[in-house]
């Protein structure tokens, strides 16, 4: 098949990821594959340094006539027989160049409910939607998408060997030697909750006071939380890591990794943590379940618990053999069920019926 992908995003957050691997996978197994992105944008360097066709638009939000009318050109000189369309913003693009001849895939990767009349149409205009999960693919149906349009494709990363270097690469950011690390790889955005996370590492602080907290990730909720965390007497025991690119050495030097969000579609760096063969604490939050087997490959507690979130970090701290069993489940769990090769097959059965 000849396939375009669509994405908004300036930035590079899990999505983005999840859009390069999609269509690399889909050129490796010899299909023509190109890129619609936001012009100036990462996914713009990362897919042409990756050797993909791409093509920089002005996508900059729903109903966005330019955006509209350079999708259009691209439709009409690509000619794809399919397009997947990958945010919400991409979607809106898409239904309003119109088909061109293609078919149309929207993917859906977050749990916040369909707000508005044009929201739920311009999902109900694609010929599918692929939810990321079943928590997503209920809330489309919830939001008035018909069921028999929506196909469940989870998210899937490369299944790849750690990098050395790890341990080194916590003592640069100034974890002593031999603290167990808890780590979270997130945006610092509200949905991600790190509010909690850090009222949960005050509680762990005085159970496991050696315990050292890295949250890796942007956001524009950083000067509130390094605040936090200054008001909350952890300037010692938490490490603003920023954005980094080397987190293949980095994630698998966690002891455990945590993600504390209140919303979230799957959670990709979940699918990583458990490639690496990391323990998992998480919350019970949209698709997480999916993920993580509560009480085999990681602890599940409720959202917005501090104190259940502090507890499941410490009993796993504490266990050793317990955390090992949870990470040697968590890699064959990711393995059977989490991986990108997966992913790609199963996309492109979507893309071919649709």
Same mark, same amino acid.
């Given at each position: ?81 399919? /397009?997947?369309?990958?945010? &919400?913003? #991409?979607?809106?693009?898409? *239904?309003?160049? !119109?088909?061109?001849?293609? $078919?149309?895939? %929207? ?96 509680? /762990?602080?005085?159970?496991? &006071?050696? #315990?050292?907290?890295?949250? *890796?990730?942007? !956001?524009?909720?950083?000067? $509130?939380?390094? %605040? ?103 890699? #064959? ?22």
């Amino acid at each position: 098949m000849r396939i375009l992908h669509v994405d908004s995003a300036a930035g590079w957050r899990g999505g983005q990821n999840q859009v390069l691997l999609t269509a690399l996978g889909m050129a490796a197994r010899g299909h023509e594959v190109a890129v619609a992105c936001r012009r100036g944008g990462d996914l713009e360097e990362r897919a042409r340094a990756a050797g993909l066709g791409v093509f920089p638009l002005a996508l900059r939000g729903d109903l966005s006539p330019g955006a509209a009318l350079g999708l259009r050109r691209v439709l009409r000189g690509f000619a794809p027989q399919a /397009v997947q369309l990958h945010d &919400p913003h #991409a979607v809106s693009a898409g *239904v309003l160049a !119109g088909r061109c001849g293609a $078919r149309r895939v %929207a993917t859906r990767r977050v749990d916040f409910p369909l707000r508005g009349v044009l929201s739920r149409r311009k999902y109900a205009a694609c010929d599918r939607v692929i939810a990321v999960s079943h928590a997503i693919a209920g809330v489309l149906q919830s939001g008035g998408v018909p069921s028999h349009q929506v196909s469940i494709v989870y998210e899937g990363v490369p299944d790849r060997p750690p990098q050395p270097g790890g341990r080194q690469a916590l003592r640069e950011l100034g974890v002593p030697a031999g603290a167990p690390v808890v780590g979270n790889v997130a945006a610092l955005t509200d949905h991600k909750d790190h509010v909690t996370l850090l009222e949960a590492a005050a509680i /762990v602080d005085r159970s496991v &006071p050696d #315990a050292r907290f890295v949250v *890796v990730g942007e !956001g524009e909720l950083r000067p $509130r939380l390094e %605040a936090q965390a200054r008001r909350l007497g952890l300037l010692e025991r938490v490490v603003f890591a920023g954005f980094r690119r080397d987190l293949d050495r980095l994630l698998p030097a966690f002891d455990v990794f945590c993600l504390s969000s209140h919303m979230e579609g799957l959670g990709t760096t979940l699918l990583d943590a458990m490639c690496f063969g990391r323990a998992v604490v998480a919350t019970a939050a949209g698709g997480i379940p999916e993920a993580v087997e509560d009480g085999v490959t990681g602890q599940l507690v409720p959202a917005r618990d501090p104190r259940g979130l502090a507890e499941a970090l410490i009993a796993i701290l504490t266990d050793p053999g317990r955390r090992e069993s949870m990470a040697r489940a968590g890699r #064959a769990r990711f393995v059977a069920h989490f991986t990108a090769e997966r992913m790609v097959d199963e996309t492109l059965r979507v893309l071919s019926a649709a």
